[in-house]
């Protein structure tokens, strides 16, 4: 238990580093050039960072049953929550999912980072909406994963 909580809070200290680069102005050009794509990542693995140490404690403090069967969980869910992150950005850009019928740019930013934040935070759920948007849009069927969890 002790490696996630470190592995966990070091990755929130990179995504912290990260933030900071970006801040700072040193990031480079082609990184720099995602604008608010590279922050949607950021805060994605932020979201899932959070859902991560909330599970700890919850499962080794709360609950007492923790499982170290669980272990590559925690250590993966924060990189697919940057990835996650980043396909919220990809959907909001393309209009696919839509916040609010507001142009102001600094309010759709931060409605980017939201659910971005959101999406990472909750994974399963938002893969789900996303299938389901795939489904009404374009006809394409649920992922058999998706079909068995919902079970």
Known sequence: MRLVVVYLLAFLSVLGVMWSFE?????????????VA???IL???????????????????VNDRWQDRWIAWYLIRPLVSCLVGG???LFLKAGLLVLDASQDTNSNSLGFLALSFIAGLNVD???????????????????????SSEE
């Open 125 to 147: 759920r938002f893969l789900v909406r996303i299938e389901g948007i795939a489904e009404s849009t374009w006809g394409l069927r649920p992922s058999r994963i998706s079909e």
């Open 23 to 35: 801040l700072r102005g040193i990031l480079p050009t082609w990184i720099a050039s995602l604008g």
């Open 43 to 61: 805060i994605g693995g932020l979201g899932g960072c959070v859902y991560c140490l909330r599970a700890v404690y919850l499962n080794r403090s």
């Open 38 to 40: 590279y922050d949607c």
């Open 87 to 89: 396909v919220a950005f």
